[in-house]
T-cell receptor
Framework: GIQVEQSPPDLILQEGANSTLRCNFS?????LQWFHQNPWGQLINLFY???GTKQNGRLSATTVATERYSLLYISSSQTTDSGVYFC?????????????FGRGTQLTVWP | DVKVTQSSRYLVKRTGEKVFLECVQD?????MFWYRQDPGLGLRLIYF???????EKGDIPEGYSVSREKKERFSLILESASTNQTSMYLC?????????FGDGTRLSIL
C-alpha cells in the first residue's frame, strides 16, 4: 500500500505564531484530505485538495501532486488550533474512495 | 451539512461480550467506513461498505464484523470483545472521496 508520512510529529507554538505541517506520500493519488482532530476527539474536514492551493481563513493548503507532498499552513495560531492534524490520501492503486492516513501532527498552542 | 451520528460517545463492556457500535448518516451516501484510532498509530481501517449488504475488509478486520442492511446505517460488531479492542472507534461516510466523520466512540473493554 501507499506510505503517508507527516512531519513534524509534534509541534509546540506560542499563540500568534505561524506553522507549516507537511505530508509526503509514496504513490500517485487521486485525492488528498486534511483533517483536524480537536481535544474532544472530533475529526473535522479542513481541506479536500488533490492539487493546487486552497485557503480558508487563517488556514491554507497546497498539494503538489507531481512531487507527492502537501503542506498545511496555519497563520496567527490560536489555542483553539490545538489538536492532531491528519493527512489522508486516496491513491490510484487502491479501491476508489478508500483513504490512507498518516500518523498525524500533534499541535499544542500556548497562550 | 453532513451529519454522521454514532450511537455512543463512551462505552464500557466486559471481556467476551458481543458489542454493537452503530453509525447513521443522513446524506444518502453510498460509502461508509469504520476505523479505530490508537495513540501513535493514526486511523486504521477495519471495514468499509460501498452499498447495502456489501462489505470489504480493511487493514485490521480480525475480531470484527459489520452489517449494512440499510443505506444509512453501518454497524460494527465485536463478536467476543477482548481487552486489546479498547480503543477509539470512528465511523465515516462519503459520496465520492471526501469523507465525513462521526464524533467517535471511546470503547473500554474490562
Amino acid at each position: 500500500g501507499i506510505q503517508v508520512e507527516q512531519s513534524p510529529p509534534d509541534l509546540i507554538l506560542q499563540e500568534g505564531a505561524n506553522s507549516t505541517l507537511r505530508c509526503n506520500f509514496s504513490d500517485s493519488v487521486n485525492n488528498l484530505q486534511w483533517f483536524h482532530q480537536n481535544p474532544w476527539g472530533q475529526l473535522i474536514n479542513l481541506f479536500y485538495i488533490p492539487s493546487g492551493t486552497k485557503q480558508n481563513g487563517r488556514l491554507s493548503a497546497t498539494t503538489v501532486a507531481t512531487e507527492r507532498y502537501s503542506l498545511l499552513y496555519i497563520s496567527s495560531s490560536q489555542t483553539t488550533d490545538s489538536g492532531v492534524y491528519f493527512c489522508a490520501v486516496d491513491y490510484r492503486g487502491s479501491t476508489l474512495g478508500r483513504l490512507y492516513f498518516g500518523r498525524g501532527t500533534q499541535l499544542t498552542v500556548w497562550p | 451539512d453532513v451529519k454522521v451520528t454514532q450511537s455512543s460517545r463512551y462505552l464500557v463492556k466486559r471481556t467476551g461480550e458481543k458489542v454493537f457500535l452503530e453509525c447513521v448518516q443522513d446524506m444518502d451516501h453510498e460509502n461508509m467506513f469504520w476505523y479505530r484510532q490508537d495513540p501513535g498509530l493514526g486511523l486504521r481501517l477495519i471495514y468499509f461498505s460501498y452499498d447495502v449488504k456489501m462489505k470489504e475488509k480493511g487493514d485490521i478486520p480480525e475480531g470484527y464484523s459489520v452489517s449494512r442492511e440499510k443505506k444509512e446505517r453501518f454497524s460494527l460488531i465485536l463478536e467476543s470483545a477482548s481487552t486489546n479492542q479498547t480503543s477509539m472507534y470512528l465511523c465515516a461516510s462519503s459520496r465520492d472521496v471526501a469523507q465525513h466523520f462521526g464524533d467517535g466512540t471511546r470503547l473500554s473493554i474490562l
